[in-house]
């Protein structure tokens, strides 16, 4: 079961994906254009080129774990921008799942940064 908390690192790739992809085809991604181990626990987070679909990527220990979102209607609007990925917290991650603006949320904040 894949389990959010305020200090699990997730990682949005900014360009879209090949939705047909599967686990070994976003882990590759991960490798060459993240940059980044997806055996390190983090969620990585991938959209396709219409931004109907969204993939989530993260691995337990004994394995991985992909989970897609595909919505009936519209698209989500606001995909973070930047050069190749970006952080997000998991609020930030709901957010967007929900189709809002992650980079809208106005919280109190962590009070003392968490261990990654």
């Known amino acids: 079961m894949i389990q959010l908390s305020p200090g699990t690192r997730v990682l949005a790739a900014i360009e879209p994906?090949?939705?047909?992809?599967?686990?070994?085809?976003?882990?590759?991604?991960?490798?060459?254009?993240?940059?980044?181990?997806?055996?390190?626990?983090?969620?990585?987070?991938?959209?396709n080129r219409s931004r109907t679909h969204v993939r989530l990527l993260t691995?337990?220990?004994?394995?991985?774990?992909?989970?897609?979102?595909?919505?009936s209607s519209g698209k989500f609007p606001h995909w973070p921008r930047?050069?190749?990925?970006?952080?997000?917290?998991?609020?930030?991650?709901?957010?967007l799942l929900r189709g809002g603006d992650?980079?809208?949320?106005?919280?109190?904040?962590d009070w003392r940064r968490l261990g990654t």
């Open 17 to 47: 994906v090949d939705m047909r992809k599967g686990i070994d085809g976003l882990v590759a991604v991960c490798h060459q254009k993240l940059e980044s181990d997806p055996m390190t626990g983090a969620v990585f987070v991938f959209t």
């Open 59 to 71: 691995y337990d220990g004994q394995g991985f774990w992909l989970c897609t979102k595909r919505l």
């Open 82 to 95: 930047g050069t190749t990925s970006t952080p997000l917290t998991a609020e930030q991650l709901f957010i």
């Open 102 to 109: 992650p980079s809208e949320i106005r919280t109190l904040g």
